[in-house]
T-cell receptor, first 114, second 115 residues
Framework: EAEVAQSPRYKITEKSQAVAFWCDPI?????LYWYRQILGQGPELLVQ????????DSQLPKDRFSAERLKGVDSTLKIQPAELGDSAMYLC????????????FGSGTQLSVL | GDSVTQMEGPVTLSEEACLTI???????????LFWYVQYPGEGLQLLLK?????DKGSNKGFEATYRKETTSFHLEKGSVQVSDSAVYFC??????????????FGQGTTLQVKP
């Protein structure tokens, strides 16, 4: 079965540094999501794309986080500068059309900010 | 806003025991309800779903029934196996014009099954 690819799998960085995460959704999936999962909590949506357009970024801390999906395929999530509280698992998911259907999740990027 | 509340974990059971993980939700409309499972080191996978009241979702021996009157979607399995050890997440997605596919998750419940 096709999978959502994410890299890197783990990232350790120091406070105030910049970090970037990459996601390649399942081929043909128009909708792409970035979720943040803090240890012991459920995933929380950061940003949702429909093709190359942002549909929902209401929970994205825009002073330090940015996300793009320039050609409507793969996506990059950036944090600059990183803060201690950004330590979490960053999950990417995709779905075919984004309408009440199964989401396919990647294995995530575990970020540790020291 | 919409929210999902799950029972606190961890839940520790012996193999072949019965499982119930409670999930209740708050929503303004009629959401679709989901259970996702996360095995160690892996991403979340859809376990089952229900899209309207009284629907029963089922998969791999797990079941959950959409109860509108009690706003609940409890996960059940009659006989758990060691391989069911994982974190289970209850989630909802808005219905109607507000439906963007966005999922709102509960905090997750860790299940550990001992041989």
């Amino acid at each position: 079965e096709a999978e959502v690819a994410q890299s890197p799998r783990y990232k350790i960085t120091e406070k105030s540094q910049a970090v970037a995460f990459w996601c390649d959704p399942i081929s043909g999936h128009a909708t792409l999501y970035w979720y943040r999962q803090i240890l012991g909590q459920g995933p929380e949506l950061l940003v949702q794309f429909q093709d190359e357009s942002v549909v929902d970024d209401s929970q994205l801390p825009k002073d330090r986080f940015s996300a793009e999906r320039l050609k409507g395929v793969d996506s990059t999530l950036k944090i600059q500068p990183a803060e201690l509280g950004d330590s979490a698992m960053y999950l990417c998911a995709s779905s075919l059309t984004g309408r009440n259907e199964k989401l396919f999740f990647g294995s995530g990027t575990q970020l540790s900010v020291l | 806003g919409d929210s999902v509340t799950q029972m606190e974990g961890p839940v520790t059971l012996s193999e072949e025991a019965c499982l119930t993980i409670n999930c209740t939700y708050t929503a303004t409309g009629y959401p679709s309800l989901f259970w996702y499972v996360q095995y160690p080191g892996e991403g979340l996978q859809l376990l089952l779903k229900a899209t309207k009241a009284d629907d029963k979702g089922s998969n791999k021996g797990f079941e959950a029934t959409y109860r509108k009157e009690t706003t609940s979607f409890h996960l059940e399995k009659g006989s758990v196996q060691v391989s069911d050890s994982a974190v289970y997440f209850c989630a909802l997605s808005e219905s109607g014009s507000g439906n963007t596919g966005k999922l709102i998750f509960g905090q997750g419940t860790t299940l550990q099954v001992k041989p």
